[in-house]
């Protein structure tokens, strides 16, 4: 009875296993190619990241290039305002020299000389004023005589007056020209100050951007390891594909061979069931024939 029972299971045993065989053999085809699409879903996942990343990498290769240029130009720019700034201060040293010295001097001189100029034209405004009332209107012999020069002088304020009033308008504007060499001068040193802080920045400017020009080269090189990268991503995916199929067929084979394996243990089985009622029979008949 125990005979018959292990035989059962062995038999049993290789019912199931020659049915997992051929499962297995059924379905190896559907697990490997869900196996290789996956794989090769996720390598054409990472090939096409790669393709975006080598276009990202190119496109700041590019913006480097032209902030690169960009930062040349405001360089000599800055370079260019400096030195303007500073050619600046000795046209302002010549203005303050001018505006404070030389035409307040100017003006007081002219100032001086006034009053010669009020009594010049004092009587200069005399002599219009009588040439003006100089008139000949008579009659001679019966003859009208009727004569004058021509001039027509007759001022609202007289010339004398005028010339006076001139000179009192500029009293103000020396002192005025002068108090402006302060601030003039201010302007000056400011413009010293503006001048060396553009031309610090232009050195700082020339600084990163010869830092920004080693960026450059990186990503060129950058480029390149993706792109190797992405080269070996597309090989390894052929060659996946490849192996699938030599995996897939070593699977069958693999499976077809546990298969067979199974009949020795169905034999087995079976014969562990059929020989214990062969020797239960051979053990009546000996019996048996002993008896008679």
């Known amino acids: 009875m125990f005979r018959k029972l292990i035989g059962f299971l062995l038999l049993l045993i290789g019912v199931l296993g020659v049915a997992l065989s051929i499962a297995g053999i059924y379905f190896s085809d559907q697990i490997v190619s869900a196996l290789g699409d996956g794989l090769d879903s996720t390598l054409k996942l990472t090939a096409d990241s790669l393709v975006t990343v080598e276009d990202t990498l ?5 913006t480097v290039g032209d902030v690169n240029a960009g930062l040349d130009t405001v360089g000599v720019t800055a370079d260019d305002l400096a030195k303007t700034l500073a050619d600046t201060r000795p046209l302002l040293d010549q203005i303050t020299q001018v505006a404070t010295e030389d035409v307040p001097a100017n003006i007081e001189a002219m100032q001086a000389t006034i009053p010669n100029m009020a009594e010049v034209a004092g009587v200069i405004d005399d002599t219009l004023i009588t040439l003006n009332a100089f008139k000949i209107d008579e009659s001679i012999l019966g003859i009208n005589i009727n004569y004058d020069l021509g001039v027509n002088y007759q001022p609202t304020v007289p010339f004398d007056e005028t010339v006076t009033a001139l000179g009192s308008s500029l009293d103000d504007m020396p002192d005025q020209l002068r108090g402006l060499q302060p601030n003039i001068e201010t302007a000056s040193d400011n413009l010293a100050v503006v001048s060396a802080d553009i031309y610090a920045i232009a050195d700082d400017l ?15 090189d950058y480029i390149g390891i993706v792109g190797d990268i992405n080269g070996a991503v597309t090989t390894t995916r052929e060659q996946v594909n490849t192996q699938l ?15 067979l394996m199974q009949f020795a243990i169905l034999y087995l089985g079976w014969d562990l069931i059929i020989g214990e009622r062969y020797d239960v029979d051979k053990l009546e008949e000996e019996k048996k024939d002993s008896n008679e």
């Open 206 to 220: 020339a600084v990163i951007n010869g830092r920004i020009a080693e960026v450059e080269p990186l990503l060129g």
């Open 58 to 62: 190119a496109l700041a290769q590019t």
């Open 245 to 259: 199929n030599t995996v897939s067929l070593a699977l069958k084979i693999g499976l077809i061979w546990l298969g």
